[in-house]
């Protein structure tokens, strides 16, 4: 059973940055695409960021472009998500998931087969 972990959220003021990590077990890690999306209260989940297995390929949402990055250590079996300049909109619940669609860089939510516990990240204005 595949299972991930999410650390690094807390509270920030507007124009912080926070990393995020999600460590990963159960599975091959690089045998995983990766990607972190969040929930801000009232809203529905949304895609933040993806990579693909060997880290060559990432695509990240247009409302985090520039500021955000998405990275991976398949030696760690670890997948970051180095957040600059915060804005309070960027306010939510993070979540680490991984599929099975190694090679692609996969935005859609029902496409991601495990998911983590999710992290709090508060951004204060």
């Known amino acids: 059973q595949v299972h991930l972990v999410e650390s690094g959220g807390g509270l920030v003021q507007a124009g912080g940055s926070l990393r995020l990590s999600c460590v990963v077990s159960?599975?091959?890690?690089?045998?995983?695409?990766m990607g972190w999306f969040r929930q801000a209260p009232g809203k529905e989940r949304e895609f933040v960021a993806a990579?693909?297995?060997?880290?060559?390929?990432?695509h990240s949402a247009d409302a985090v472009k520039g500021r955000f990055t998405i990275s991976r250590d398949n030696a760690k079996n670890t997948v970051f998500l180095q957040m600059n300049n915060l804005k309070p909109e960027d306010t939510a619940v993070y979540y680490c998931a991984a599929t099975d669609f190694v090679n692609a860089v996969v935005d859609v939510t029902s496409l991601y087969d495990y998911w983590g516990q999710g992290t709090q990240v508060t951004v204060s204005s």
């Open positions: 159960g599975r091959t890690f690089s045998s995983l695409g």
């Open positions: 990579i693909a297995w060997s880290g060559g390929s990432t």
